[in-house]
C-alpha cells in the first residue's frame, strides 16, 4: 500500500477539480450520476458535507495531491451504518493501492471515529475490477439489486456489499488499535 496516501476533508478549493473529474464518462459512467455537474452544484455539495451529518467527505492525497475523493454517506446513526463511495479522478493514481489504502483509512474513520457498525455499498455488476477491489477489503456480497443501475443508457444490476465493524477488526487484527480498544 502506498505510505504516500492520506485523507483531508473536501474543501471549496476542491471544488473545480472535482468537476473535471465527474465530467470525465469514465468517472462518471462508473459513478451513476443523474444529472450533469456544474461548479455551483460541486460548491453546494462541498458545502453541504463539510456540515452536515449525514455525509463525511474526504479529499484523497497522494503524495500531497489531491486524487479522488471518498465518503461516507447515508449515515443512520440508529442503525450505526453508512454508505461507502469513492473515485480516483486523476487516472494516473489507478493502479497503485491509492483507493485500496484510502478505503481502508475511510473504514477506520467510519468503525472508529463515527462509531458505526456496518458500512456498506453498491458497485455495478459490470465494474468488475471495483468489486474486486472491495472484496479485498473484506467486503461480501449481500445480494443483487436487479436492474438498479444504468451504465450507458442500459439498466444493469448492481451488487450490495458490506462490512462489519467485527470484520474489519478481525480482519485487521494488530494494525487497527484504536478499534481494538472499542470492542
Given amino acids: 500500500m502506498p505510505d504516500n496516501c492520506q485523507l483531508r476533508p473536501v474543501a471549496p478549493a476542491d471544488a473545480e477539480r472535482m468537476l473535471r473529474w465527474l465530467l470525465d464518462p469514465e ?9 450533469r455537474p456544474t461548479l455551483h452544484s460541486m460548491q453546494q ?3 453541504k458535507a463539510s456540515t452536515g451529518q449525514e455525509t463525511h467527505a474526504w479529499a484523497i492525497l497522494h503524495r500531497g495531491v489531491h486524487v479522488g ?3 461516507l454517506d447515508c449515515i443512520d446513526t440508529f442503525l450505526q451504518s453508512a454508505r461507502l463511495s469513492i473515485y480516483l479522478g486523476e487516472a494516473s493514481a489507478r493502479g497503485q493501492g491509492v483507493a485500496s489504502h484510502a ?3 475511510a473504514l477506520e474513520q467510519g468503525f472508529s471515529t463515527h462509531g458505526l457498525e456496518r458500512i456498506w455499498l453498491t458497485v455495478h455488476e459490470r465494474n468488475t475490477r471495483a468489486a474486486l477491489l472491495y472484496t479485498r ?14 451504465f450507458r443508457g442500459e439498466r444493469i444490476n448492481s451488487i450490495l456489499m458490506s462490512l462489519l465493524r467485527m470484520e474489519f477488526i478481525a480482519n485487521n487484527t494488530g494494525t487497527s488499535k ?4 472499542q470492542t
Fill in 27 to 35: 468517472v462518471a459512467d462508473n459513478f451513476g450520476m443523474r444529472s
Fill in 45 to 47: 455539495w462541498i458545502g
Fill in 137 to 150: 477489503a473484506g467486503f461480501r456480497i449481500e445480494g443483487v439489486l436487479r436492474q438498479d443501475f444504468i
Fill in 178 to 181: 484504536s478499534l481494538d480498544n
Fill in 69 to 71: 475523493n471518498v465518503m
Fill in 103 to 105: 478505503i481502508r483509512l
